[in-house]
Structures are given as structure tokens and as C-alpha cells.
């Protein structure tokens, strides 16, 4: 139903008002880089990681200090990445970012110092966030888990990983955490629902790893949060489609929606400069985002709808606005169609 006229009821379930629901209080995330690399990336399996993901591993902002200079509308500096991990020894790729306990210790202080100053808060969790935080042996993560936990009196502890890096030993163990953290949440990227487009991504798993995935992280009463990434070259409703049906059949309770962003120090890079792809731009983001939405329960919460890497190390799309502006946009044009969360969901797709 078309219309411009205000609607009763908010256009999506946003991260801010379900953690007001469930805590009383916005929790903020701490983000941490614990040291953790990708089979992507290293190892025998190694294919030099996902074609859209940088050496940053999705590292937080305050932890990238080299680019604190740096603002939305900096301009683009090609070969500015500076990688973290992944150099070549005896011809095989290995993680260089191997963290001592003190330096997790060193970031969670760094992080919380500026959550506070910017936002005036006291509530945190824990937030691994970079690469593949369960690629480890669980002696490992057990010993970074148990220190980085005992830093801080958490609100909730959050583990980013990927679908082919768990096992039920690795699930026990973050199941424990539970009586002292309340609430454990693990990330997992499905991307995208098409095997096709995995492939073309160098995912290194398909969509039945990641289904068995999701329904292992549900029987050990872990929270279940799925990126997805949309725009990836040859997409189309199709896939998306694929996508949602996915989404609806793992029941996740929250997901993030990242836009396709080309940046310095991917293989994506080398083929934008060949001039074989492009990414979509805000308006098409838009359109994408209000069409999983509307055919997605409206009990998902949604935790993050684009994707924003530093402009300085985005080789495309340079027009596309900050958050804040991209957010207003999409919720102007939700409110012209009428539309809102899961409005047009069945079920499945």
C-alpha cells in the first residue's frame, strides 16, 4: 500500500531499542582483535581470503589508530592498506597478528575509554570481532576467552566467526560462558544463499555448512546474528531471493546488511581496475535493504544496515553518504512505500 503518511509503528527492529527492551540500557559493543586469523586466509585451505575482505579483518575503528586522521570525505589513497597478517613463510601464508593477553587487556581499556568519552555510557560487552574468532585450538580460545572475560564485568559476549569453524567442542565452550555473561551471541557470515555466488566470493564453504552451522549454535542455546552482503557482481533478485529463504529457514535473531564495498588491498580491487565490476550505489542499497526487509520476520533484529569502510581505503562507490544520511534515506523512502519490517514475510520464500 503506497503512502506518505507517518507510520505508527518503527520502520525496522533496531539493535538500540531491543537492547533497551532487554537490558533497560543500550550495551555497547568493546570491539577486540584477539589475534585470531581465517582458514580463508591461512593454512593449507588458504585462498588469500573472501575477494571483498581487506587485511583489517573488520577491525574497529578505535583500534586502527594509523587512521584516526582520516574522515568520511577523505579521498581515496590506493596501496594505503597496510596488511596485518598473511605475509609469505616457506610458501604458505601465516598470521603475523598473534596477540599476547596483555595487548586484549590493552585494547578492551583503549575501547571503553572511548565509548565513554563519546557516549557517556558504563555498559558493555565484549565484542571478538576481527577474522575468525573460533580458528584455534579451544585450549587457545579458552585461554582468551577466560582472560578477555575476566577483564570487565560484561553485559554480553559477542564471537565473529564463519560457519566451517565450529565444532561441538568449540560450542560447549561458548555455551558455558553463559552464567557469567547472560547472554553469548556468535556472528556467522552467510553472505549469500547462492552456492554460485559463495564460489565467485571464495567463501571456502557452502550454504549447507552454513545451515548446519546455524542449527548447531541454536542447540546450545547460543544467540544466532547472520551477515549478509549484498550487490556482489552478477546478483540479482534471484539470489537475493536464495538469501532470504535462507534467512527465514535458520531463524537468526538478529543480522547485519553490509553493501558491496570495493577496497584498496582485495581482489575485488584488481577487477574494479580492470573496469569488470562496480558496486551499487545508495539508491540501489536502499532498494535491496526495504526488500529483505519487508520479507524477513520482524522479530529479527536488525543490527547493522551498511557497510562503511574508511573512505580512504574505498575505492568504490565514492558517492555513497555517511550512516546517519543513508538512514534517513532509507526510512524517507519506507515511509513513501508504506512499508516496514516483515510486512510482506510468509514465512519462507
Not at 559493543?29 to 591461512?42: E, H, Y
Not at 559463495?198 to 549447507?208: A, C, I, T, Y
Not at 580492470?274 to 519487508?294: D, F, K, Q
Request: hydrophobic share 35%; aromatic share 8%.
Amino acid at each position: 500500500m503506497q503512502g506518505s503518511k507517518p507510520l505508527s509503528k518503527p520502520f525496522y527492529r533496531s539493535y538500540s531499542s531491543s537492547l533497551i527492551e532487554k537490558h533497560g540500557h543500550r550495551v555497547f559493543r568493546v570491539g577486540v582483535d584477539a589475534g585470531f586469523s581465517c582458514p580463508n586466509r591461512c593454512g593449507e585451505k588458504g585462498t588469500g581470503g573472501c575477494v571483498y575482505c581487506d587485511s583489517q579483518g573488520a577491525r574497529a575503528a578505535y583500534l586502527r589508530t594509523n587512521e584516526s586522521g582520516f574522515r568520511h570525505d577523505s579521498g581515496f589513497e590506493a596501496g594505503i592498506d597496510e596488511a596485518l597478517c598473511d605475509v609469505q613463510e616457506d610458501g604458505r601464508l601465516v598470521d603475523v597478528r598473534l596477540q599476547n593477553l596483555q595487548n586484549i587487556r590493552s585494547q578492551i581499556e583503549r575501547g571503553r575509554r572511548f565509548i565513554e568519552s563519546r557516549y557517556n555510557v558504563s555498559h558493555f560487552a565484549l565484542y571478538l570481532q576481527s577474522f575468525s574468532n573460533t580458528f584455534a585450538p579451544v585450549e587457545r580460545l579458552r585461554a582468551v576467552y577466560d582472560y578477555a572475560l575476566g577483564n570487565y564485568d560484561w553485559e554480553g559476549f559477542i564471537v565473529s566467526t564463519r560457519p566451517d569453524c565450529l565444532d561441538e567442542e568449540k560450542l560447549s565452550l561458548l555455551e558455558s560462558y553463559r552464567p557469567r555473561c547472560g547472554e553469548v551471541c556468535v556472528e556467522l557470515g552467510l553472505q549469500s544463499g547462492s552456492d554460485r555466488i559463495l564460489k565467485s566470493m571464495h567463501r571456502g564453504h557452502d550454504v549447507q555448512c552454513f545451515k548446519d552451522a546455524c542449527a548447531a549454535v541454536k542447540a546450545h542455546g547460543l544467540e544466532l546474528c547472520v551477515h549478509v552482503l549484498t550487490g556482489f557482481p552478477s546478483e540479482g533478485l534471484a539470489e537475493l531471493d536464495e538469501t532470504i529463504a535462507v534467512l527465514n529457514e535458520v531463524k537468526p535473531n538478529a543480522m547485519k546488511i553490509h553493501n558491496l564495498n570495493i577496497a584498496s588491498g582485495t581482489a575485488l580491487y584488481d577487477s574494479y581496475l580492470e573496469g569488470e565490476i562496480s558496486a551499487p550505489c545508495m539508491t540501489r542499497h536502499i532498494a535491496t535493504v526495504i526488500y529483505i526487509l519487508r520479507r524477513i520476520p520482524a522479530s529479527v533484529v536488525i543490527e547493522r544496515l551498511v557497510c562503511e569502510t574508511p573512505s580512504h581505503r574505498l575505492a568504490s562507490p565514492r558517492a555513497f553518504a555517511d550512516k546517519n544520511t543513508f538512514l534517513r534515506a532509507l526510512e524517507s523512502r519506507m515511509r513513501e512505500l508504506g512499508a516496514v519490517q516483515g510486512d510482506l514475510y510468509e514465512g519462507s520464500i
